[in-house]
């Protein structure tokens, strides 16, 4: 089944204790499509400037990703440039600018609408509800969010979780969300305020996926994936939206949604993520094969599983 | 088969969201102790003052754990007290007094010379250098340690590390001990030392256990076992070291120790030390049974496997 995802399409700047790249192809929406590409047809809604060209097209096309909902307007796209030379596990952000995205109107193509499956990127919680709104039909709907709205937009956020199937978030933002500090209670309230699941990310410790009802057949509300033990982490740029990418783009391939499934989900959330790491921006995403997939894929098993 | 431990049996005070409990009885030895007591004979080298009971004897022979090595010395026992009212995850120390544990000099019984496992809690090196060449035919020999010796008594530390086949420590221990801020490069440098598996404790995040060489049959040279989604943590304190009371006691009471083997000592370690934190001191270690942690431990296995 196809995905409709909206987010960022992006140019970034960053620098690594591995080195420094200027103007990567980024941006969360890029990051979702690439990754989600290799398990099912993804269709994309953004908006990008006039330095958008043919080489940026061209790695889109590469991987028949539907890219009819990325506008183009007059001007430059969302630029980021950020650094990890302090800390590999945190960006500090030296510049933002936001350029044909600071009057980013969704629209969604009428070639988009059959679209049963819809992630929602980390973007302004306005824009990701008209989306949501506009999408009535979506059989399954995932978000992302950061910090930043949490914070500052608290009241437009809490009206997109009531619209979510799924919410993907790390440790901190779950925490800041809920206002508490265990995250077993941080989840369970985060639940309460929509989503019937929540996805947590730890990094380099993997990930948490909790149900607000235990799956049946099981004893557990929760689920947790490895990360991959990365002897050299490149660039964890947009590793979270390449997580969601696998996790969302896996369960749109599959026919019936079983807790089984969100389990292995979960799993090749982990896979693309750790891909991403590997080399700087979308680079590694780029390039991979399902079946380098699949063998990390089974690699992540044989790092978790007793037999 | 039984283990022997050194290590530390004493009283602390400790204050957390949860209340505050006044001389309970602890130390790593008695965590340990009471841990590994679930799966194998357990014999502690240790010395007490004259507050160390009737009471506190009580708790060791309710166990069957052989304190012929505990030796009782004038004064008072070790006390530390702590609080974790500003970060349920690291302790702020208030107070350590070492009082009979200044002088202490290991001594070894001659019931205990049979036991091929040795498990050296966190002490001086000094100390637990000696006891590890007092025992030369202990068959596996692992050892804790902590940030204090790590920092400032390096070469001694050292040459513990040269006679363990494995180590268990946290993750900042053992970046701070490899001076890597990587985990996989730091896990090579600490087996580059001596010890030809380690033990990485994350806390909330779980565990991973490296090999210095990939396990026949296996394509990782890690292992990754979960942490449970507590809904409070009551008492942290001792955690590490009922880690290691389930997984060397596990080890201990197989009769191969096989790559198998390894990981469900893994998934017992954690299931330990999450009981461990689920009351105050050793309180909820004294009365469980090994019914209640089988449940748990395939619980674990429910958390983290696909199928």
Same mark, same amino acid.
């Given at each position: 089944?196809?995905?409709?995802?909206?987010?960022?399409?992006?140019?970034?700047?960053?620098?690594?204790?591995?080195?420094?790249?200027?103007?990567?192809?980024?941006?969360?929406?890029? =990051?979702?499509?690439?990754?989600?590409? =290799?398990?099912?047809?993804?269709?994309?809604?953004?908006?990008?400037?006039? $330095?958008?060209?043919?080489?940026?097209?061209?790695?889109?096309?590469?991987?028949?990703?539907?890219?009819?909902?990325?506008?183009?307007?007059?001007?430059?796209?969302?630029?980021?440039?950020?650094? =990890?030379?302090?800390?590999?596990?945190?960006?500090?952000? *030296?510049?933002? $600018?936001?350029?044909?995205?600071?009057?980013?109107?969704?629209?969604?193509?009428?070639? =988009?609408?059959?679209?049963?499956?819809?992630?929602?990127?980390?973007? $302004?919680?306005?824009?990701?509800?008209?989306?949501?709104?506009?999408?009535?039909?979506?059989?399954?709907?995932?978000?992302?969010?950061?910090?930043?709205?949490?914070?500052?937009?608290?009241?437009?956020?809490?009206?997109?979780?009531?619209?979510?199937?799924?919410?993907?978030?790390?440790?901190?933002?779950?925490?800041? *969300?809920?206002?508490?500090?265990?995250?077993?209670?941080?989840?369970?309230?985060?639940?309460?305020?929509?989503?019937?699941?929540?996805?947590?990310?730890?990094?380099?410790?993997?990930?948490?996926?909790?149900?607000?009802?235990?799956?049946?057949?099981?004893?557990?509300?929760?689920?947790?994936?490895?990360?991959?033990?990365?002897?050299?982490?490149?660039?964890?740029?947009?590793?979270?939206?390449?997580?969601?990418?696998?996790?969302?783009?896996?369960?749109?391939?599959?026919?019936?949604?079983?807790?089984?499934?969100?389990?292995?989900?979960?799993?090749?959330?982990?896979?693309?993520?750790?891909?991403?790491?590997?080399?700087?921006?979308?680079?590694?995403?780029?390039?991979?094969?399902?079946?380098?997939?699949?063998?990390?894929?089974?690699?992540?098993?044989?790092?978790?599983? *007793? $037999?």
């Amino acid at each position: 089944m196809a995905i409709t995802v909206v987010g960022s399409v992006a140019f970034d700047t960053v620098e690594t204790p591995a080195g420094r790249r200027e103007r990567c192809l980024a941006g969360a929406a890029t =990051y979702f499509s690439l990754a989600a590409s =290799y398990f099912t047809d993804v269709r994309v809604i953004a908006v990008v400037g006039e $330095d958008f060209g043919a080489e940026q097209q061209a790695v889109f096309d590469a991987h028949k990703i539907d890219t009819r909902g990325i506008e183009r307007a007059p001007g430059k796209s969302f630029f980021w440039q950020g650094s =990890y030379l302090e800390n590999i596990n945190e960006a500090k952000t *030296l510049q933002t $600018d936001l350029n044909v995205f600071a009057g980013f109107e969704p629209k969604i193509p009428d070639a =988009y609408r059959d679209s049963q499956f819809l992630f929602l990127a980390n973007i $302004d919680p306005v824009l990701q509800r008209r989306v949501r709104e506009a999408t009535p039909n979506a059989k399954l709907v995932a978000g992302d969010t950061m910090n930043y709205w949490i914070k500052d937009h608290k009241p437009a956020l809490l009206e997109v979780l009531k619209g979510l199937d799924i919410l993907l978030i790390n440790d901190t933002e779950a925490r800041m *969300l809920a206002g508490k500090e265990n995250l077993v209670q941080a989840a369970r309230a985060v639940m309460d305020m929509g989503p019937r699941m929540l996805v947590v990310k730890h990094g380099e410790y993997g990930a948490t996926l909790f149900h607000k009802s235990i799956p049946k057949g099981h004893k557990s509300e929760s689920f947790r994936a490895p990360a991959m033990p990365l002897e050299q982490v490149v660039d964890p740029t947009g590793a979270g939206d390449s997580f969601a990418g696998g996790f969302f783009g896996y369960l749109a391939s599959q026919k019936e949604l079983t807790p089984g499934v969100f389990r292995r989900a979960m799993f090749y959330g982990s896979v693309m993520g750790s891909f991403a790491c590997e080399r700087f921006g979308t680079e590694r995403l780029q390039e991979l094969t399902r079946e380098a997939i699949d063998e990390r894929f089974h690699f992540f098993r044989e790092l978790t599983h *007793l $037999d």
